[in-house]
């Protein structure tokens, strides 16, 4: 298998943690300059891409400013840095469980996503790392969703990225999640769940759809008090809200969770109460760099299990 060019450095240096964003200029469209297929592709509108070219901050590959009358040329990349959106600070410590020179293994609060998206952009595990641990090229070998806890693997080579992240495509890499959630009696457990999700672009929630399945979870009770229990669980595949889907459909749908079964309305920015009861609570895997065993273990709680009452206040 032919392994793929690593793309060139970016001519831009990251801004608080966070990288500059790139552009290709698509084959086959027919514009006149750079300036006027920006203006149409981006949504920062025609005066905000006119006083980024007067004042140098888009530039080409080589770091070169590019002008507003620069022709346009298929396949051509520029770059520049996207204004920061206004973040709610995520008052949770993202902390470091391992660390060599190949990879950093940190456990994740609830609230902060892992890499920049949408209006998560400086506030992410990534941006913060990199710059608290001065590791501009740190990378996510994968993610979790912004509302899930635990442990998270980043890479810090750049050339050493496909091999970690060929591990989670590969399925090589043993994950355990925890989960506090309904107790019902009637449920037999352990079981294996496997069912269709389908995750359209757009629609927040997944759902089960008819089909061959897609989705694999092992659902096993830990223990249970008070009409609540524990479950650890293990997802074989990798589906958009794959457990969190599964539980729900089991009618044990995980605490705090604001899209299953029943999408309810935006939590307010800064609202970090009652976080969704899900721990990515165990890693292992063999180290395709180093050859070493790894298992790592997240020091997070659930607060519904350990103090109910604190966490639904």
Known sequence: MRRRTPPSPPPLPQRDGVDPVRVRLPAGDAWATVRDHLVARLAAGAGVIDEMLDAGRIVDAAGRPVPRDMAYVPGMYVWFHRELPDEERVPFAVDVVYRDEHVVVADKPHFL??????????????????????????????????????????????????????????????????????????????????????????????????????????????????????????????????????????????????????????????DFRRPLQLLARALEFTD?????????????VLRAWSSYEEWDR
């Open 113 to 270: 996503a892992t890499t920049p998206r949408g209006s998560h952009v400086a506030e992410t595990a990534l941006a913060r790392l990199r710059r608290e641990l001065g590791v501009p090229t740190l990378s996510a070998a994968h993610r979790l969703d912004r509302l899930t806890a635990g442990l998270v693997l980043f890479t810090v080579q750049l050339e050493e990225r496909g091999a970690y992240q060929s591990l989670f495509r590969d399925k090589r890499v043993a994950k355990e999640y925890e989960a506090v959630a309904p107790y019902d009696p009637s449920l037999d457990l352990p079981r294996t769940v496997r069912s269709r999700i389908l995750k359209e672009r757009g629609v927040v929630a997944a759902r089960e759809v008819e089909g061959e399945p897609n989705a694999v979870s092992r659902v096993e009770l830990l223990e249970h008090r008070n009409g609540r229990a524990r479950y650890r669980l293990i997802p074989r595949t990798g589906q958009t809200h794959q457990l969190r889907v599964h539980m729900s459909a089991l009618g044990v749908p995980i605490l705090g969770d604001p899209l299953y079964p029943v999408v309810t309305g935006p939590v307010a920015a800064g």
């Open 288 to 300: 395709p760099v180093t050859g070493r065993e790894h298992r790592f273990i997240s020091s997070r």
